[in-house]
Each structure stands twice: as structure tokens, then as C-alpha cells.
């Protein structure tokens, strides 16, 4: 794992030190990766490989994905081109990593299956807030772009909201202190952000993504990748018996759930502040000219 993980350090550095030839190290960084997940199943031999199989296929549609985005001009965390064939592959990773996430959990105990649920259900519904309010509703009313890039685009924010709740009910179920769970967690809000960065860039024409964005993409294949090598990566899809299933303390986890439901109502009280303030602009502007 730690040779994986050497590697692709070397490999993410190169790709910034170098710009003429980042296609390629880019390409070898999505390899690595894949072959990562590969070697992780054949060396460890976990009894219930489904979801670590499905992970892997996920990585290999990400790669994918890069190189027909390569092929079709563009660079990856730049603007142009969007959407091109490219996205057949990168919307192909949710699929796959969802139910890979839902193959280790399977086993889990009905009473940690449900609980857990409640609560994932509960941050699935403040992030699908904060992504309406921020990104579907902004990008809905862009007139340069036609329905079918608005809906790609926002299935990627959605597909990315439901991958990292279902990384954060692993620990939930009682996976806090195992290594490959917190590296799955970390490469899915790696994800995340570089998607929501990338979003960001096409609300706002003047501003270029940059670096910055590339850099969720590859924790996303370097941690996944060595998730897959850790020796612990058999115990992920087995239920985690005697063990407390709780993320945090119960008063913490309490409190944290309470400030997600109140998301919604926060946003809504942010909105209603700024409809006052608009509907009040056109009164004051004419008092001023009427004075003037």
C-alpha cells in the first residue's frame, strides 16, 4: 500500500510539474489505481469481494472517462469541452460505486441496517438541500446551456451526495476504526468537491477551475486504490458483531443530526432575507430619484 501510495504521489506531482504531457500521467495515475483494486482482491482473498469488484469498475470508468475526455481535447479540471462522450463513462461510475458501497453493508444486522439508514437519510436530505439551493436552481436558469447539459450535470452533484452518504454509513455501522473505511470515505468526498468545484466553474464563465479541482479527482483514485491494499479490506463487507456502531458519541451524533435537518429552514430563512432586500431595491432607488 505504501509503494501504491509513493507512486502515485510521484505520478500526481509529475502531473503538475509537467503540463505538455498530463494526458499521459494522468492516464497511468487511473491505471495505477485499477490495478491497485486488482491486486488488493487477488493478494487478500476477501470472502465477500462483490463490492470491492464494483469499486474497482468504478476507478476503471473514471479512467476511462479521462481518456475520452483526453481524446476529445479537453484537459482534466478545465471548463470546454462539456458534455462530450466522455460522460458515458464518468456518469457509469455512480452506479457501480453506490452498489458496491451497498454490497458491504448487506450483512450488517437488521437493527444497524435500519438505525443507520434513519441517519443517512437524515444527511442525504441536507446535502440534496444545499446542492438544490446552490447549484440545480443557478444552473437551471443559464441561457447558454440546453436541458440535457443541465441534467447531466446535476446527476453528477446527485450521484456524488448519495456516494458519500453511503461512505458515511459504513462507519456508522460500526467500521469507524478500520483503515479502508476511512480511506472509501476520504475518496468520496475527494469526489465531491473536485465535481462541485467543477460545477461552480460552469455557473460562473469567468472563472477557470484550475488546478484546485484536479486535486479531489486524484484522492479519489489514490485512496480508493489503497483502501483495496490494506490487509483490513476483508473485514469491510463482514458484519461488525459486538461492535459499537456509533460514528461518534451519541450526544455528538445527536447534535450533528439536529444541525443537518436544519439545513432546509436555514436556507430558506437565508432566501427569504434576500427576496426582502431585492423587492425592496426598486422602492428606495425611485425615493432617490424622486428626492433627487
Do not use: N
Not at 238 to 260: D, F, N
Request: hydrophobic residues 55%; aromatic residues 12%.
Amino acid at each position: 500500500m505504501l509503494w501504491f501510495v509513493a507512486g502515485a504521489a510521484v505520478l500526481v506531482g509529475v502531473y503538475l510539474a509537467f503540463p505538455a504531457g498530463r494526458a499521459l500521467w494522468w492516464a497511468l495515475l487511473g491505471v495505477l489505481a485499477v490495478a491497485a483494486v486488482a491486486v488488493g482482491i487477488v493478494v487478500h482473498r476477501p470472502a465477500h469481494r462483490a463490492g470491492w469488484v464494483l469499486l474497482g469498475g468504478a476507478l476503471l470508468a473514471e479512467a476511462a472517462g479521462d481518456l475520452a475526455y483526453h481524446l476529445a481535447g479537453g484537459v482534466v479540471g478545465s471548463r470546454q469541452p462539456f458534455p462530450t462522450g466522455a460522460d458515458v463513462f464518468y456518469l457509469l461510475v455512480y452506479p457501480l460505486a453506490i452498489a458496491g458501497m451497498v454490497m458491504f453493508t448487506r450483512r450488517d444486522p437488521r437493527e444497524h441496517r435500519v438505525g443507520t439508514l434513519i441517519d443517512v437519510l437524515i444527511i442525504a436530505t441536507g446535502m440534496a438541500t444545499v446542492t438544490w439551493a446552490v447549484f440545480v436552481i443557478p444552473y437551471s436558469r443559464l441561457p447558454h446551456a440546453l436541458w440535457w447539459h443541465k441534467a447531466i450535470l446535476i446527476t453528477y452533484l446527485a450521484g456524488d451526495a448519495a456516494l458519500l452518504t453511503l461512505a458515511v454509513r459504513l462507519p456508522l455501522a460500526g467500521r469507524l476504526r478500520s483503515r479502508p473505511v476511512g480511506l472509501l470515505l476520504l475518496g468520496a468526498v475527494g469526489l465531491l468537491f473536485s465535481d462541485a468545484y467543477y460545477a461552480l466553474a460552469q455557473l460562473h464563465q469567468s472563472w477557470y477551475p484550475g488546478q484546485p479541482a484536479d486535486l479531489g479527482w486524484a484522492v479519489f483514485f489514490i485512496s480508493w486504490g489503497a483502501a483495496a491494499l490494506c490487509p483490513s479490506m476483508v473485514q469491510v463487507a463482514e458484519a461488525p458483531a459486538g461492535k459499537s456502531w456509533a460514528l461518534a458519541s451519541p450526544r455528538t451524533w445527536v447534535i450533528a443530526l439536529c444541525l443537518t435537518a436544519l439545513v432546509g429552514p436555514v436556507l430558506l430563512i437565508v432566501d427569504s432575507g434576500r427576496t426582502v432586500r431585492t423587492s425592496w431595491s426598486p422602492c428606495t432607488a425611485s425615493f432617490c430619484s424622486d428626492w433627487c
